[in-house]
């Protein structure tokens, strides 16, 4: 029952990227491009779609904390570190940096696969490569204070 409803969750978040434009680079590439407001070739319309995206997801997260547990699940896994270290600051510039540079983000670029695009498929070449990448840096001796990113977050 669980893998159903984690399928049409994805499912409903990939038709909600595809309806909003997030998996064209191009719309995305241009609501980033924001030297353009002067000329009126930023779109705005992301921005929107952002929004309505924290909306939800605040209100959801408030509902699902008040349970007791999960539906699936025995226990929440919650992060309990509330630091900031290099890996809370890079990961996100790393991230911004490949958004801003190819205009996807792994969301968007996973459901972008389904209709054949080429620049999709590099870009989620690039990705797993990346993931790979970070975790055997995460594994090397001189970063063992770092959590590696498979570690299950305490409660």
Same mark, same amino acid.
């Given at each position: 029952m669980a893998i159903l409803v984690q399928f049409v969750i994805g499912l409903i978040f990939g038709l909600?990227?595809?309806v909003s434009g997030m998996s064209d680079p191009a719309k995305v590439l241009n609501f980033l491009d924001v030297g353009g407001i002067p000329a009126g070739t930023w779109d705005a319309s992301?921005?929107?779609? *952002?929004?309505?995206a924290v909306a939800v997801t605040f209100i959801g997260f408030n509902r699902v904390l008040r349970r007791a547990r999960p539906f699936f699940a025995e226990r929440f896994f919650l992060p309990t570190r509330n630091d900031i270290d290099l890996r809370i600051v890079a990961?996100? @510039?790393?991230?911004?940096?490949?958004?801003?540079?190819?205009?996807f983000c792994p969301g968007p670029a996973?459901? @972008?696969?389904?209709?054949?695009s080429s620049l999709a498929f590099i870009f989620v070449? @690039? *990705?797993?490569?990346? *993931?790979?990448?970070?975790?055997f840096v995460a594994h090397l001796p001189s970063l063992t204070r770092f959590v590696a990113p498979a570690d299950p977050l305490e409660t």
């Amino acid at each position: 029952m669980a893998i159903l409803v984690q399928f049409v969750i994805g499912l409903i978040f990939g038709l909600g990227l595809i309806v909003s434009g997030m998996s064209d680079p191009a719309k995305v590439l241009n609501f980033l491009d924001v030297g353009g407001i002067p000329a009126g070739t930023w779109d705005a319309s992301l921005a929107f779609v *952002m929004a309505g995206a924290v909306a939800v997801t605040f209100i959801g997260f408030n509902r699902v904390l008040r349970r007791a547990r999960p539906f699936f699940a025995e226990r929440f896994f919650l992060p309990t570190r509330n630091d900031i270290d290099l890996r809370i600051v890079a990961g996100p @510039a790393i991230f911004g940096i490949g958004w801003g540079l190819a205009g996807f983000c792994p969301g968007p670029a996973l459901t @972008a696969l389904g209709f054949g695009s080429s620049l999709a498929f590099i870009f989620v070449a @690039a *990705m797993c490569a990346g *993931m790979v990448l970070a975790r055997f840096v995460a594994h090397l001796p001189s970063l063992t204070r770092f959590v590696a990113p498979a570690d299950p977050l305490e409660t």
